[in-house]
């Protein structure tokens, strides 16, 4: 691991997963230990130790066509409002640099706060989503499984980019399936303290809401989902089928527009991974 002046920030590994989801945890989100690995495995993981205790991190997971990700941006409380969420940025802010990629991110309100003055400009906003009643599993209602390539072919019409690696590494866990339902299609995956729906391809409003009802239909909860905020009849739909508005996410980005989506997803596959 090397250590990069001036605050001694440090690379980290994958042996690192169990500090990272302490940090994590602590600000209540919903990644398990498999997400930290995938980010500690596929991208660049940046953090700051206090002695052994790890503080604070970030990370960049590069994607394809000269795109990645900022995210994991995490501070615990005691270290807070000393640069050192805008130092680990700027950390990965420099790998994208030399390696000429385009960041974005979904920040919540105080990510925000930090990622502004950095240079990130706002694009499109999300709404995290909770389904907290416990819903009763109904056996009678069918749900095809959907294909992984499908899904992948679908979401890269929605981002602009491919995200085979990332959906693929998603679909083998256990615990994760690709749902279909007419013309819309799912990944639901497991979290820290809820399963999480998306992303989520449909082409119309009222087929993204009947897969969303089959899904929830089909397995016991609770439930997670990152809407696009712009699917405003979605949006609605949600909330008359009793999901609750947790938080906003602001989906940012630092450098020039390298993509043109052909359809915006109904829901993403998290801020975390976009
Ligand atoms: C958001 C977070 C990462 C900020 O970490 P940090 O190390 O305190 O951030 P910095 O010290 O680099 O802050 C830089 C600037 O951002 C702004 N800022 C940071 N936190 C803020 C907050 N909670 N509210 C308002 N502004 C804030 C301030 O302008 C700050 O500069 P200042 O301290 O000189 O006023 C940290 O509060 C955290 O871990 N929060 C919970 C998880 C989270 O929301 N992460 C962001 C995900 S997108």
Not at 8 to 13: A, F, P, R, S, W
Not at 197 to 208: C, F, K, V
Not at 250 to 272: D, H, I, K, N, W
Request: charged letters at 20%; one cysteine or more.
């Amino acid at each position: 691991m090397a250590a990069i002046e001036p605050i001694g920030i440090l690379e980290l590994g994958v042996d690192d997963a169990q500090a990272g989801l302490v940090l994590s945890t602590e600000a209540g989100w919903n990644q398990n230990e498999a997400d930290w690995r995938f980010f500690l495995s596929r991208g660049v993981v940046f953090g700051v130790r206090d002695g052994i205790r790890l503080v604070a991190t970030a990370a960049l997971l590069p994607y394809s066509a000269g795109n990645a990700w900022i995210s994991m941006v995490l501070v615990t409380a005691d270290f807070r409002r000393r640069g050192i969420a805008t130092k680990l940025v700027d950390a990965c802010l420099d790998v994208a640099k030399r390696r000429g990629l385009t960041t974005w991110l979904d920040a919540t309100p105080a990510g925000t706060s930090v990622y502004g003055p950095l240079g990130f400009i706002p694009t499109l906003q999300l709404r995290r989503l909770r389904l907290t009643k416990p819903q009763e599993a109904n056996a009678t209602r069918q749900l095809s499984a959907g294909h992984l390539e499908v899904l992948v072919v679908r979401d890269a019409s929605a981002m602009g980019f491919d995200r085979s690696t990332l959906l693929s590494e998603f679909a083998a866990r256990s615990g994760s399936r690709v749902a279909s339902d007419a013309q819309a299609m799912a990944l639901i995956r497991d979290g820290r303290t809820a399963r999480h729906i998306g992303p989520l391809l449909a082409d119309r409003t009222d087929q993204a809401l009947a897969l969303i009802d089959a899904i929830i239909s089909s397995e016991t909860g609770p439930w997670l989902i990152d809407a696009v905020h712009a699917h405003d009849e979605f949006l609605n739909g949600l909330v008359r089928s009793g999901w609750n508005i947790e938080r906003p996410f602001q989906r940012m980005r630092f450098g020039p527009a390298t993509v043109s989506p052909a359809q915006l997803p109904f829901a993403v596959a998290g801020p975390e991974f976009g």
